[in-house]
């Protein structure tokens, strides 16, 4: 699968597909939340948090 951030080919154990909602507190504690559609690979999502510098949490929600 192909991640929508870094366009590059990963294995599909390490990338998260679907509708992505990401939780977190902003630096003034306030919870915030973020949707999106699409494929997002572990190395990039590690990288979103370093840049925002911040802890993200994921929930994983799968539909049969």
């Not at 990338?15 to 977190?24: A, M, P, R, S, T």
């Not at 915030?32 to 494929?39: A, I, L, R, S, V």
């Not at 979103?48 to 049969?64: A, F, H, R």
């Amino acid at each position: 699968m192909i991640c929508d951030i870094c366009q590059k080919n990963i294995n599909d154990d390490e990338i998260l597909e679907g509708q992505i909602n990401i939780k977190y507190k902003d630096k003034d504690g306030i919870e915030k939340e973020k949707e999106k559609e699409g494929k997002l690979c572990i190395s990039c999502l590690e990288g979103l948090s370093k840049y925002m510098g911040i802890p993200i949490t994921i929930v994983c929600e799968y539909e049969e």
